[in-house]
């Protein structure tokens, strides 16, 4: 049981956490849902006890688990050790020894995992998921959080996480569970809270209220209608990569980085593979550039700042003090002026430096590689990023976006490929694609 | 050829664990996550404490002592500065190499004065502590506890391991500590069993070279044992090719140990 | 604390432990600072010693500083500044341009060898700049005792090299102008093209600028590669102005020392002058305290370091506010 009383939480300027109030009781599943940036992670990680409020008090029956969306395993060591690293106890012991205690850890939980002795760099994503699960609920906690467990889960593994956790809940164990996927919020939460801006905006029982309803409580306007798409285009056309993350989707992005240098390319992890923090704006613009001319540098990071509306003082200021969105924006200025302004690189750029690997069946050359563009994105600038990529298709460039984000996936694609284990699908429509999608995620033949 | 060999290993056992246990000592730091640039320098300032400890007590047990000691302070700068700071190790170590250099040398000076005969190590108890002991415990206590699950862990994802709870910079500064340990023996092993005394520089670059045998020894008590056998026997078939009076000129032999540690490095590996 | 207070409260603060440390083994604070002052910059003769003594300095502190502003760990300025003065000699037949360019090419290759190994077998630079170091001291013994030494036969030494830097003043020799101007081109490749824009990129951020399309990997090698040629050419001139003929003893750390040069100049190309002067003098005026007050010349080395320990816990404060 946990009871939040009207916890605050800053960070800098920013207040995460707004005044919340919320009571979790033993046994029930609840459901945190909001958009990214809602507050949701940062509330549960005050809820767990791993961050301290500024503000309110917290009252807790038993310990607090907290099953992290990224993984904190480690990946040289065995499944065996990582589960070891969280039991003390043994003092001297043998392999042998701890791979049994692994191998009852594991029965225990009812989830299913084999093979304690594979280091966790050898598993798959699905199964590096229930390793963090089952090291959560070994631990035996009152209650059990889970922050977007289902991320990086096939629809068979979703499902399975939902026996454990009904199980769980059957058991006395509070569970908790954080989303922004509401189809799957329904298939298992009892009762649902909302969170926007760092606010409890809505509560109700799961059986009282309607997707429909709670996606207006996590929005501030009514969402976008979708676009008409036009038909026709000038040769563009915007082809989706889709799959549950570590399919094979960052290596696949940097080896297209690698083969079309000409083309543009938007990387997954902007704080660490977009932009150089220490320098400037306009630097970071003209990273490209074959010749350094300041003064023409710093008009061109002027008319940048303006036509992709970044918030930042000016071109001479640190890249790394801007807001990630408007860091993204910066990438994208540097990127897609490549084939705006240089049609001659479009045709550059098709022209591949080396024969691309054999199961990269794209059939087309891109002139755009977008991954994640979105990613950690609030919705307005997730919106430019969705106009920037389709004006760019509308002027007759081939993009390929790669995304997990399937719902941004149907809205701009053209083409949709699916990718598990590193091999790509063969290219379907949309229609087809969301057909086909859960067995093709799941590696279904 | 292989007469000077066999000749060389006894001289190799036992001229190379200065290096031994400098290599041993840097193992278990590089296990918990950090790179101990400085290890140079804390052998140096160990064969200085040692022989000033020695001298003034007239005993090999306080000597030996009194290089733990030297070691230990260098290990708490070391600490202090590149794990308690979190500042860039490869500067601090660097720095704290001149440091040692300089401040042995200075210190030495200064006590010239004072210098009388150093007493001699006269058992043979440190070789199979340096070649059979210490790799035993050290493997042991790195793969089969928990204690070197733990600094495993920490040194392979640090992240991951301060997730878990526990403390980064605790299993570092216990890492250190066993370092300074190991490489203040090395020093006192150095300047009162190899040598007679204290020399300006007399680590000679040992240090450096504990840190490529480290690397090319895969982290592993194995690997450290080979290389240490490698580059010991190389290094004694240096006064072997000397006194066999081969014509190979005696500066270029000098340079044998250092070249025989970058051919080492250069071995491709998978 | 901006940058520059804490490079002068670094550098004031040292010379004072430097003199508190003395005072431990009964030495006179006061006479210590009063005789290295007087010896470096107190007459036109130290000052004169302290330039020619901060021109190694200089070049040797530019050397780590391209090298550290493009991440690679450089630390072989030791064995780049013994090669190149090696070749510089060979090829003073041909002249002093032939000759310091000979140097400059030497300290290149020689810095090479640590980023090829770094590049095709991962090798940490760091550790094989400094093997490459012990290799050269070892080979300068080996020329200056065996095929360079002197028709003599007298002296582990060299014979005269065939040219000379043109002196400027009294005691001080052009080298000092070649320094300077080395000073402000490493400032301009840095800071005003783009080869010195990608390096820094680079040295940031190695992510991002591969995602950017710079090549990491010609890049590190390309920023090695000068950074040893400026160490090389470091012992060029030391050689054409300066010692005119080689000896073991030759290098005596200028490699080493300009870690600290660079570091107190905030790897700042032109503050790398000051930076420079400042450990000249200090150089110079612990030699001079080796000589008068027997006090080990290794207190120079030992200020190097503490300068270093300062600025880190200096940034460690600024860092945190």
Same mark, same amino acid.
């Given at each position: 049981?946990?009871?939040?009383a009207h916890?605050?939480k ?33 509330l549960?990680?005050?809820? /767990? ?28 060591l ?5 589960? #070891?690293?969280?039991h003390?106890?043994f003092?001297f ?12 850890a594991?029965a ?9 002795a ?7 994503v699905?199964?590096?998921?229930k ?13 059990? =959080? ?20 009904? %199980?769980?809940?059957?058991?006395g ?18 009762? &649902?809270?909302?969170? %926007? ?9 799961a ?6 309803s ?17 038909t026709?285009r ?14 094979g ?23 660490r ?6 320098l400037?704006?306009a630097?970071n ?13 710093? /008009?061109? #990071?002027?008319?940048m700042?303006?036509?992709y ?65 979105? *990613?950690?994105?609030?919705i307005?600038a997730? !919106?430019f990023?969705?106009?920037q ?8 460039a ?10 941004e996936a ?5 083409? &949709? ?12 429509t949309?229609?087809e ?13 | ?5 066999a000749?060389s290993?006894p ?12 290599v ?5 730091v590089?296990?918990?996550?950090? &790179?101990?640039?400085?290890?140079e320098?804390m052998?140096?300032?160990a ?10 007590t007239?005993?090999?047990?306080l ?12 290990a ?5 500065? #590149?794990?308690?700071? *979190? ?8 720095a ?35 070649? =059979?002991?210490?790799?035993l $415990? ?25 997730a878990?709870g ?5 299993? !570092?500064?216990t ?28 680590t000679?670059? %040992?240090?450096?070279?504990?840190? +490529?045998i480290?690397?090319f ?11 240490t ?17 081969r014509?190979i ?7 044998l ?10 071995v491709?590996?998978? | 604390m901006? *940058?520059?207070l ?7 603060? #040292? ?21 290295? $002052? ?5 007459? *036109?003769?130290a000052?004169e ?15 780590v ?15 780049q500044?013994i ?33 090829a ?8 630079? $760091? ?13 300068l013994?080996w ?9 003599a036969?007298q002296y ?13 003043? +009294?005691?001080?020799? +052009? ?32 992510? /991002?600028?591969r ?13 090695m590669? &000068? ?23 030759f ?9 600290a ?56 404060? %600024?860092?945190?506010?």
């Amino acid at each position: 049981m946990i009871h939040l009383a009207h916890v605050t939480k800053t960070f800098g300027a920013t207040r995460a956490v707004d005044d919340v109030s919320l009571a979790i009781a033993r046994g029930e599943i609840v459901a945190l849902v909001g958009e990214n940036g809602a507050g949701k992670t940062t509330l549960m990680r005050v809820a /767990a006890g791993e961050l301290a409020a500024d503000a309110g008090t917290l009252a807790r029956e038993g310990r607090a688990e907290l099953v992290h969306q990224h993984f904190m395993l480690v990946n040289e060591l065995t499944i065996a050790e990582n589960l #070891a690293l969280t039991h003390p106890g043994f003092r001297f012991t043998t392999r042998r020894g701890i791979e049994r205690e692994a191998e009852a850890a594991i029965a225990a939980s009812g989830i299913e995992l084999r093979g304690v002795a594979r280091r966790v760099a050898e598993l798959s994503v699905g199964e590096r998921s229930k390793l963090e699960l089952i090291k959560a609920i070994a631990r035996r906690p009152a209650t059990l =959080i889970l922050d977007e467990p289902t991320s990086v889960l096939t629809p068979a593994e979703t499902e399975e996480l939902f026996r454990v956790m009904r %199980r769980l809940a059957g058991e006395g164990t509070a569970v908790v569970f954080i989303s922004h996927k509401l189809p799957e919020v329904f298939a298992v939460a009892q009762r &649902i809270v909302v969170m %926007r801006n760092g606010r409890v905006v809505a509560e109700s029982m799961a059986q009282d209220t309607n997707a429909q309803s709670l996606a207006n409580a996590m929005v501030d306007r009514a969402t976008a209608q979708p676009r008409d798409r036009a038909t026709g285009r000038a040769g563009g056309e915007i082809v989706a990569i889709v799959g549950v993350a570590g399919n094979g989707q960052t290596e696949l992005a940097a080896r297209l980085r690698d083969e079309q240098p000409g083309a543009a390319h938007i990387p997954e992890d902007r704080t660490r593979d977009g932009i150089v923090a220490e320098l400037t704006i306009a630097e970071n613009l003209a990273l490209r550039n074959a010749r350094w001319r300041p003064r023409e540098a710093r /008009a061109h #990071a002027e008319r940048m700042i303006a036509r992709y509306s970044i918030r930042a003082r000016g071109p001479l200021q640190r890249a790394g003090d801007l807001s990630g969105g408007n860091q993204q924006k910066v990438i994208l200025a540097r990127e897609l002026e490549r084939t705006r302004c240089h049609p001659e690189r479009s045709e550059e750029a098709s022209r591949p430096t080396r024969a691309p690997g054999p199961s990269l069946t794209l059939g087309m050359t891109p002139q755009i590689v977008a991954a994640e563009p979105t *990613r950690g994105l609030d919705i307005e600038a997730t !919106r430019f990023v969705h106009e920037q990529l389709r004006a760019e298709a509308a002027n007759g460039a081939s993009i390929l976006l790669i995304t997990s984000d399937l719902d941004e996936a149907f809205a701009l694609a053209d083409a &949709i490929q699916v990718i598990y284990r590193g091999r790509l699908s063969e290219r379907l429509t949309p229609a087809e694609a969301a057909e086909q999608i859960g067995r093709l995620m799941a590696g279904v033949a | 050829m292989f007469d000077l060999l066999a000749n060389s290993i006894p001289l190799a056992i036992v001229a190379s664990i200065p290096l031994l246990l400098a290599v041993e000592g840097e193992l278990v730091v590089q296990r918990s996550g950090m &790179i101990n640039l400085g290890i140079e320098g804390m052998m140096l300032t160990a064969a200085l404490t040692a022989v000033l400890v020695a001298q003034t007590t007239h005993s090999i047990v306080l000597g030996f002592a009194g290089g733990v000691a030297g070691a230990l302070a260098i290990a708490a700068l070391f600490g202090v500065l #590149a794990i308690a700071l *979190r500042a860039d190790q490869i500067v601090t170590g660097t720095a704290i190499n001149l440091l040692a250099l300089g401040g042995t040398s200075f210190i030495y000076r200064e006590i010239q004065s004072l210098v009388q005969q150093v007493p001699q190590l006269r058992t043979d108890a440190v070789l199979p502590l340096a070649w =059979i002991v210490i790799p035993l $415990v050290l493997g042991a206590m790195l793969w089969n506890s928990s204690f070197g699950l733990r600094l495993r862990a920490c040194g392979e994802n640090a992240e991951a391991f301060a997730a878990t709870g526990r403390s980064v910079a605790r299993y !570092r500064w216990t890492a250190l500590s066993i370092e300074a340990l190991l490489v203040g023996m090395s020093g006192a092993y150095l300047a009162l069993a190899l040598s007679s005394g204290f020399a300006e520089n007399m680590t000679a670059g %040992r240090g450096f070279i504990a840190l +490529s045998i480290v690397i090319f020894g895969r982290w592993t008590v194995k690997g450290a044992l080979l290389g240490t056998a490698i580059f010991g026997l190389a290094a004694a078939m240096q006064y072997a090719l000397q006194a066999a009076n081969r014509g190979i000129p005696f500066h270029l032999l000098l340079a044998l140990p250092y070249v025989v540690t970058l051919a080492s490095l250069g071995v491709r590996r998978r | 604390m901006s *940058r520059l207070l804490s490079a002068v409260l670094a550098a004031v603060a #040292a010379v004072l432990l430097l003199a508190a440390t003395a005072a431990l083994f009964g030495h006179s604070p006061l006479a210590l600072l009063s005789i290295l $002052v007087r010896s470096s910059v107190g007459s *036109r003769f130290a000052i004169e010693g302290t330039l020619l003594k901060s021109v190694p300095l200089l070049l040797t502190g530019l050397s780590v500083v391209i090298a550290f502003r493009a991440g690679v760990w450089n630390i072989g300025g030791e064995g780049q500044f013994i090669v190149g003065a090696l070749a510089a000699l060979a090829a003073s037949r041909f002249g002093v341009v032939a000759s310091l360019l000979a140097a400059m090419l030497a300290g290149a290759a020689w810095a090479s060898i640590a980023s090829a190994m770094r590049l095709w077998r991962n090798a940490p630079e $760091v550790l094989t700049t400094i093997l490459l170091n012990f290799t050269a001291i070892h080979l300068l013994g080996w020329s200056v005792n065996g095929p360079l030494r002197e028709r003599a036969a007298q002296y582990p030494q060299t014979d005269l090299a065939a040219a000379a830097l043109p002196p400027l003043a +009294s005691g001080i020799h +052009s080298g000092v102008l070649l320094a300077l101007a080395a000073s402000v081109a490493t400032w301009w490749m840095l800071y005003r093209t783009m080869e010195g824009l990608r390096l820094r990129a680079t040295g940031f951020n190695p992510f /991002a600028a591969r995602w950017a399309g710079i090549r990491v990997g010609s890049q590190l090698a390309r920023a090695m590669a &000068i950074s040893g040629a400026v160490a090389g050419l470091a012992g060029g001139i030391e050689l054409l102005g300066v010692t005119h003929r080689l000896f073991e003893r030759f290098a005596a750390g200028y490699g080493y020392s300009g870690i600290a040069v660079a570091l107190l100049a905030q790897l700042h190309p032109l503050a790398t002058i000051a930076s420079a002067f400042f450990f000249g003098a200090l150089v110079t005026g612990a030699g001079e305290l080796q000589r008068t007050a027997d006090i080990s010349a290794g207190v120079a080395t030992f200020g190097q370091a503490v300068v270093i320990l300062l600025l880190i816990v200096f940034d460690h404060v %600024r860092s945190t506010r």
